[in-house]
T-cell receptor, first 116, second 113 residues
C-alpha cells in the first residue's frame, strides 16, 4: 500500500482565499483523522471520521474550517477564508481502529500551508 | 490547555550515548501512551507504546518507562545513532473513556556523529 496520501504538499496563499487540502487514507482503514501541527501546540486533532461519518469535530478552531469525507478513499479539509494564523502543517492519518484509543494511526506526509 | 507536555524542545547527544526524552501528562485518566518519530517532510511514524498496566516496554534500542504516580514517561534510546535524529512526539489516550490521542509539542533530537 502507498500509505496515506496528501495533496498538495505545500500551499502558499493570500489571506482571504479558500484553501482545500486533500487526503486519501490507507485502503481498508475505517477511521480518518485531520491534525494540525504548530510549534506552540504540537499536534492537535481537528476532526475525525468513522466510516465516512464525522464523529468529533470539537477540535475545529472556527467555522472557517470544514471537512468532508464523501467516500472511503477521499477526504478534504477546507479553510474559507484563510488567515495568516492558519499557517501550519496539516496532517491526515488513518487507522483500522478496532479500538480508537490504542490503535496505531498512520500519518500522511502533511501539507505545509502558508497564508500571507 | 496542553494535557501532554514535552518541556524540552531540543536535545543533542553524542553517537553511542543514551538519549532520554521526557514527557509529562496531567490527565490521570490516561492509560495508554505512545511515541511517534518524525523526520523532516514526512509524517509521524509509530515507534513504541506502553499501557498503564506496565512500567516499562522495550523494543530493541528503544525503551519507554512509565511512572504513573509522577504522571511522567520517558523514552530511552541506547545506543543513539545519527539516524535517530528526528522529532519525537509523545501521545496519550484514556482507554475506555477517551476518543482521541493527545500529543505533545515534540522534542527535536540531534545525534552527533
Amino acid at each position: 500500500d502507498a500509505g496515506v496520501i496528501q495533496s498538495p504538499r505545500h500551499e502558499v496563499t493570500e489571506m482571504g482565499q479558500e484553501v482545500t487540502l486533500r487526503c486519501k487514507p490507507i485502503s481498508g482503514h475505517d477511521y480518518l483523522f485531520w491534525y494540525r501541527q504548530t510549534m506552540m501546540r504540537g499536534l492537535e486533532l481537528l476532526i475525525y471520521f468513522n466510516n465516512n461519518v464525522p464523529i468529533d469535530d470539537s477540535g475545529m478552531p472556527e467555522d472557517r474550517f470544514s471537512a468532508k469525507m464523501p467516500n472511503a478513499s477521499f477526504s478534504t479539509l477546507k479553510i474559507q477564508p484563510s488567515e495568516p494564523r492558519d499557517s501550519a502543517v496539516y496532517f491526515c492519518a488513518s487507522s483500522l481502529a478496532r479500538r480508537i484509543t490504542t490503535d496505531t494511526q498512520y500519518f500522511g506526509p502533511g501539507t505545509r500551508l502558508t497564508v500571507l | 490547555d496542553q494535557q501532554v507536555k514535552q518541556n524540552s524542545p531540543s536535545l543533542s547527544v553524542q553517537e553511542g550515548r543514551i538519549s532520554i526524552l521526557n514527557c509529562d501528562y496531567t490527565n490521570s485518566m490516561f492509560d495508554y501512551f505512545l511515541w511517534y518519530k518524525k523526520y523532516p517532510a514526512e509524517g509521524p511514524t509509530f515507534l513504541i507504546s506502553i499501557s498503564s498496566i506496565k512500567d516499562k516496554n522495550e523494543d530493541g534500542r528503544f525503551t519507554v518507562f512509565l511512572n504513573k504516580s509522577a504522571k511522567h514517561l520517558s523514552l530511552h534510546i541506547v545506543p543513539s545513532q545519527p539516524g535517530d535524529s528526528a522529532v519525537y512526539f509523545c501521545a496519550a489516550s484514556a482507554g475506555d473513556t477517551g476518543n482521541q490521542f493527545y500529543f505533545g509539542t515534540g522534542t527535536s533530537l540531534t545525534v552527533i556523529p
